[in-house]
Structure formats: structure tokens, C-alpha cells
């Protein structure tokens, strides 16, 4: 892509931290899904399980029930989805019925099982998070001698356990994990480095969206208050070229990096 990807986020859940409880029945969720479309997102990506710091899982059966009737009616609307889902199963379900990108916060570790469905679905796009363990107790593990070079390494380490195991080059999306297993300057360590981790020669996702670290910067608790810083960090990523960006309100950051592209003529 040319132009930084925007991905718009819809989370079929009751606990997610800036928009749980939203989109919990299947009509409510496809209409917020038509929303981020008609508000410009490139991708929609669809989620059954939150992954705030904290959360608690929720059954493989209680997720398939959440997100697979709510992509199939988004990709029936011409939408191109992806499914946020750790699961080989869920994946693999979301594929059958019309993903074409799965977001594995994950990177494969949750599930062993998962390199082997992308490798059989080879024009899906897997995008791979850097984790370190399950939300749950994910940031007991935020501890860094030098953030950016072990986010890099274990990000290297993990793109080459897929190649090995069937994965090729051209589905890999990588993504820092922004707020996974990480403190706020750990992110803004990132952040400041983001050229270093596109030094690894793939696509680079970044999610920053309404996160606890803008909320401390800008003294906002309510999610929804971090919106525009959120949307000056959308700009600078697609200043620097970066992929793609996640994020809850797509208008606003489409139309930040539309200024970003005008600006290169």
C-alpha cells in the first residue's frame, strides 16, 4: 500500500476498555461495522475476546458465537475483514466464511495449531503481535534491559518459527504490541524507534488507540477523551510510512493521513 492502511476496530465484547459493551448483539455489531466503512476504514477487524490488561478469557465456543455471523455479513457488504482471535479454530472459522486477515495478538504462542492454518490459507494476511503471555498476567512480564532491540529480536524470532513452519514472507504483518506486556515508556521507546522495527523488512501495524499511556501523558481516564492524541500519533506513523494503524474512530485518522499525503506532493 502506498498510503498507511487504517483499520477500523470492533470489538464484540462486554469488557473491552474503550468500547465494551457496544456491539454485543449481532445486528448492533454489523451496523457498527457498516459505520467504520462508511467512515473509511480499509479493514475492519473484528473481535469476540478482549485483551485489555486484566481480561479474563472467554470459551473457543462463546468467541466463534460472537464474531463469525458478524464477519460473515460484513464480508457478504464487500468489507474486507479480519478477525482479532488467538484461536486456530476461530481463525480457520473466520477464513471459511470470508476473512482475509487474522490478528493474532499472539504472534502463534497461544496456540500451536495456529501456523498451520495460515499456511494452508496462503492468500491470508497474519498480522503478529509482540506478547509475552495472556492479559491476565501479561504485564508482571513488562521488563526490559533495552525495549526496542528485545521487542525487535523476539519479533525476528517469531517470524522465523512460521517461516519454519509453512508461513510465507508475503503474509507476514508484524506489529510492536503497543500496551502489551508493557509499561508507558516502554511504548514510547517504541514509538521514537518504530524505523528500527521496520528494519525487519515487513509491513508494520501499530495500535495505539485511546491507550492507558496517552491517558497518562494527557491526564484523560475516559478513553474516549484520548482521542486526538491518539490521532497525532496516527499522523506521525503515516509520516514515517508505517503500514497500518488500528484504531476506534476511523474519519478523523483517514483524514490526518490524507493531509500527511498531500503533503509529500
Same mark, same amino acid.
Given at each position: 500500500?502506498?498510503?498507511t492502511?487504517?483499520m477500523?476496530i ?8 474503550? +468500547?465494551? !459493551?457496544?456491539y ?19 479493514i475492519?477487524?473484528?473481535g ?7 481480561a479474563?478469557?472467554v470459551?473457543?465456543t462463546?468467541? @466463534? &458465537? ?5 464477519? &460473515?455479513?460484513?464480508?457478504? +457488504?464487500?468489507a ?14 473466520a477464513?471459511a466464511?470470508?476473512a482475509?486477515?487474522?490478528n ?5 504462542l497461544?496456540?500451536? &495449531?495456529m501456523?498451520k $492454518?495460515?499456511?494452508?490459507?496462503? /492468500?491470508?494476511?497474519?498480522i ?8 491476565k ?11 526496542? /532491540?528485545?521487542?525487535?529480536e ?6 522465523s518459527?512460521?517461516? /519454519?513452519?509453512?508461513v ?5 504483518i ?5 500496551g502489551?506486556? /508493557? ?7 517504541? @514509538?521514537?524507534?518504530?524505523d ?9 501495524? $501499530? !495500535?495505539?488507540s485511546? &491507550?492507558?499511556f @496517552?491517558?497518562?501523558l494527557?491526564?484523560?481516564?475516559d478513553?474516549? +477523551?484520548?482521542e ?15 503500514w497500518g494503524?488500528?484504531t476506534?474512530a476511523?474519519?478523523a485518522h483517514q +483524514?490526518?493521513?490524507s493531509?500527511?499525503?498531500r503533503?509529500?506532493?
Open positions: 500500500m502506498s498510503r492502511v487504517v477500523g470492533l470489538n464484540i465484547t462486554p469488557d473491552s476498555f474503550a +468500547d465494551g !459493551g457496544k454485543l448483539s449481532k445486528d448492533d455489531a454489523v451496523t457498527g461495522g457498516r459505520r467504520l466503512v462508511v467512515e473509511g476504514a480499509d475492519i477487524d473484528v469476540g475476546e478482549s485483551t485489555r490488561p486484566g479474563e478469557r470459551s473457543e462463546e468467541e @466463534l &458465537k460472537r464474531v463469525i455471523p458478524v464477519i &460473515k455479513e460484513l464480508v457478504k +457488504d464487500g474486507v475483514v479480519s478477525v482479532d482471535t488467538m484461536r486456530a479454530e476461530v481463525a480457520k472459522e477464513i466464511v470470508g482475509t486477515y487474522i493474532d495478538v499472539s504472534g502463534g497461544a496456540d500451536e &495449531k501456523a $492454518v495460515i499456511a494452508s490459507n496462503p /492468500k491470508v494476511q497474519y503478529v503481535m509482540h506478547w509475552r503471555g495472556h492479559s498476567n501479561m504485564q508482571d512480564q513488562a521488563i526490559y534491559k533495552d525495549a526496542v /532491540k528485545e521487542v525487535k523476539e519479533l525476528d524470532e517469531r517470524v518459527s512460521l517461516l /519454519k513452519a509453512g510465507s514472507n508475503e503474509q507476514i508484524l506489529d510492536p504490541g503497543i502489551f506486556a /508493557k509499561e508507558s515508556e516502554h511504548n514510547w521507546q517504541i @514509538l521514537q524507534n518504530i528500527r522495527i521496520q528494519l525487519l523488512g515487513y509491513p508494520l501495524l $501499530v !495500535g495505539v485511546r &491507550k492507558r @496517552l491517558g497518562e494527557i491526564n484523560a481516564k478513553p474516549n +477523551d484520548r486526538a492524541a491518539t490521532i497525532a500519533l496516527t499522523t506521525e506513523l503515516a509520516r514515517l510510512k508505517v494503524v488500528r476506534h476511523v474519519k +483524514d490526518a493521513i493531509v500527511i499525503e503533503m509529500r506532493k
